[in-house]
């Protein structure tokens, strides 16, 4: 069938309940409003990295016209070596396949939607343990034929500078969006919820906290028991100190570098001030008291709490360009954190994403134009496996706009539908990229304290939602 224009609107369902008769009577002039305005038959894709080849797919694959706009090789990054689809421009690593770990949970509900890239992936993987490693000219090129040969699927090889109002549209154009399409987001966000560096601070499990040393309090009584506090004696941080400034630290790429902003300095950066100076900062301990002491600590670690569950901890200030291993060596030493799971290390580098919780529904929507949707590390995702994810979704939910059908957002107990609460639901003050992991999923209804035994309880249940969710929605 040709591209041609078609006008999602006319399909819009409706709520039978007399209470929803207003609600019902305001969709009707919104779809009159918007007819006059005649729409595109095709779904438009901006990006032709993980995140939109994979919506691409999802959409062409349920019967859509998809039109794909990939600027390279016309218009290159300074991270991109070639024009392919989905070019991996960092680790060939796409995580853990291990069905036991949060990862590989997201990669099988990924297969059960039959997503191209992982099934690609494991086309073209390579020896790494449990990880899932491609030959990534390999991964590249198959992904791209698979694209380039859909009878659904056109691409085109030019810059869109504008975000068209005329179509459902996906935005998907990753960390390295270019200045143009990066300043017309800004104007549709209204510029103060887009991103250009992360500044990311750990992220520890809460059962690997001990309870015994860090304790509940926030600054002179104010906001109860949101934060837990690790204290340290003088010795403690005068010893974390030294270890902080000696630490390896990631040496940032060309197109990375940076002034840092005042406000989120690197803990390291503003260790080089001066020996006191995190004791004004991140580690002041004013205003708080260790009640096993009695007594106002030398200085205080505070975690906030990642989620509504309480199951993982944001370390607060400590944003860094320390090495993954460095992170966990050093940050053991704060008192409580000895045995500290990370389920996110800290980070500062290049990125651009927008405000998730403040302008997206939980189905990648954004609020103030259904039409439009936003995937892959734009919306705040970390990694290739979780970008290619949240494509996905935007695919089966932009074909689903344009058809007059409900979007679908999966159950919070399932790896996709998890990962989709936090981008959505956090505190958008707070907001910060979030890579998959065991902490972002529901509670048990049930406690179990065997952390292996847990993960396998977390692991089945979110397998099992995730088939039974795929069947109530005709995904199956």
């Known amino acids: 069938m040709p591209f041609g224009w078609f006008n999602p609107f006319a399909g819009r369902f409706a709520l039978t309940s007399p209470k929803y ?10 779809s009159l409003a918007e007819r006059s305005t005649q729409m595109r038959e095709d779904i438009v894709i901006i990006g032709g990295g993980l995140a ?8 062409a694959h349920r019967g859509a016209k998809v039109t794909l706009y990939e ?3 016309k218009e ?23 069905p036991q770990n949060a990862a590989g949970i997201l990669k099988e509900e990924m297969r059960r939607h039959q997503s191209l890239i992982i099934k690609v992936a494991d086309q073209v993987r390579v020896p790494a343990g449990s990880a899932l490693a491609v030959d990534r000219d390999q991964f590249s090129f198959l992904i791209t034929q698979a694209l380039d040969s859909h009878p659904n699927v056109r691409i085109l090889r030019e810059e869109m500078t504008e975000i068209p109002t005329d179509c459902v549209c996906i935005v998907a154009t990753g960390p390295l969006t270019s200045d143009k399409l990066s300043q017309a987001i800004a104007r549709l966000t209204h510029s103060n919820h887009l991103y250009f560096y992360d500044a990311i601070s750990p992220i520890v499990d809460a059962d690997s906290i001990n309870m015994d040393i860090a304790f509940r309090a926030s600054r002179y009584g104010k906001g109860g028991d949101d934060y837990l506090n ?25 197109f990375e570098q940076t002034p840092y902003f005042e406000a989120c300095l690197p803990i390291e950066v503003m260790a080089e001030r001066g020996r006191q100076t995190m004791q004004f900062g991140p580690l002041k301990p004013v205003g708080l008291e260790d009640p096993k002491a009695g007594r106002r600590p030398y200085a205080v670690v505070q975690l906030r709490t990642e989620n509504a569950h ?63 949707f936003f995937a892959g590390q734009l919306v705040g995702v970390e ?27 999966p159950p919070p107990t399932t790896a996709h539908g998890c990962l989709l609460s936090y981008i959505t639901t956090s505190d958008p003050r707070h907001f910060q990229p979030m890579n998959m992991n065991f902490g972002l999923f529901p509670p048990l209804a049930v406690p179990v304290k065997d ?4 993960r396998q309880l977390i692991s089945q249940r979110a397998l099992e939602d995730h088939a039974a969710w795929m069947s109530r929605s005709g995904l199956s």
């Open 76 to 98: 290159s990054t300074p991270a991109h070596k070639t024009g392919g689809l989905a070019e991996l421009v960092c680790s060939n690593s796409l995580g853990s396949a291990d």
């Open 21 to 30: 008769d207003s609600y019902n009577a305001l969709l009707l002039d919104l």
């Open 230 to 254: 690790c204290p340290m004696d003088e010795a403690t941080y005068q010893a974390f100190y030294d270890a902080l400034l000696a630490a390896e630290k990631v040496q940032p790429k060309a």
């Open 310 to 372: 309480r199951s993982c901890y944001n370390m607060v200030g400590f944003q860094t360009r320390l090495t993954y291993g460095e992170q966990k060596r050093v940050f053991r030493m704060i008192p409580g954190l000895a045995q500290a799971e990370f389920l996110r290390y800290g980070s500062l580098h290049r990125n651009t994403f927008i405000n998730s919780p403040q302008l997206l529904h939980n189905t990648l929507q954004f609020k103030e134009r259904p039409t439009l």
């Open 71 to 73: 600027m390279r090789p």
């Open 451 to 454: 952390k292996e035994r847990k």
């Open 52 to 59: 939109g080849s994979e919506a691409a797919w999802q959409a």
């Open 383 to 409: 990694g290739y496996t979780d970008s290619a994810a949240m494509g996905g979704l935007a695919g089966i939910n932009a074909v689903r706009e344009l058809d007059g059908l409900p979007p679908l957002t």
